[in-house]
């Protein structure tokens, strides 16, 4: 079984600049989120995506935004950076609908992205 | 706004104790109950599930989940040094939500 896995692992940018972060999820996973964990928080709710159609948004900015491909991976992009978007950005799959609520999320190794 | 609250600790226990982590959550519907174990710099980690009233155990863990109080917690026996991390409290299930939302973490250190 193969897990989530993240890409790229470390990000250097400059503020203003465009970000794409990549995701592959869990084989048999259907259900892609994607969190934002900034130094000594607990992870934010960024969206969430089941078959290609956005499941859910959290308190972000839309210059965050997504896509989930039919193989089930995804992509996180983030337009005009700030400094504080400097954080872990965690990748979860899980089965989510279509199985049960009670799918946990299964979490990739994160990219942490610095924003100078 | 669900929201699931957390002491951030650091909670501090010798080796051999038992650590206890808890948890509360502001949606009376919520459904699903998850524990997170982090280390620094890493992903979070599940360790435990609970969907029912009462305990459920794994090993060294147990969780417990009260919903008419709506609490969680998360035993730990025989801490040991390597359990030293972040546990996070996950919350998730109410009118057919799959977004778990996340408390802050409570730190743990497990010192010799």
């Known amino acids: 079984e193969t897990g989530v896995t993240q890409s790229p692992t470390h990000l250097i940018k400059t503020r203003g600049q465009q970000v794409t972060l990549r995701c592959s999820s869990q084989?048999?996973?259907?259900?892609v989120s994607w969190y934002q964990q900034a130094l000594g928080q607990g992870p934010q709710f960024i969206f969430q995506y089941y078959r290609e159609e956005e499941n859910g948004r959290g308190n972000f900015p839309p210059r965050f935004s997504g896509l989930q491909f039919p193989n089930y991976s995804s992509e996180l992009n983030v337009n005009a950076l700030e400094l504080d978007d400097s954080a872990l950005y965690l990748c979860a799959s899980s089965l989510g609908q279509g199985s049960s609520y009670n799918s946990p999320l299964h979490f990739g190794n994160g990219t942490r992205l610095t924003v100078t | 706004q669900k929201e699931v609250e957390q002491n951030s600790g650091p909670l501090s226990v010798p080796e051999g104790a038992i650590a206890s982590l808890n948890c509360t959550y502001s949606d009376r519907g919520s459904q699903s109950f998850f524990w997170y174990r982090q280390y620094s710099g890493k992903s979070p980690e599940l360790i435990m599930s609970i969907y029912s009233n009462g305990d459920k155990e794994d090993g060294r863990f147990t969780a417990q989940l009260n919903k008419a109080s709506q609490y969680v917690s998360l035993l730990i026996r025989d801490s040991q040094p390597s359990d030293s991390a972040t546990y996070l409290c996950?919350?998730?299930?109410?009118?057919?939500?799959?977004?778990?939302?996340f408390g802050r973490g409570t730190s743990l250190i497990v010192h010799p």
């Open positions: 996950a919350v998730q299930g109410s009118g057919g939500s799959y977004i778990p939302t």
């Open positions: 084989s048999g996973h259907n259900t």
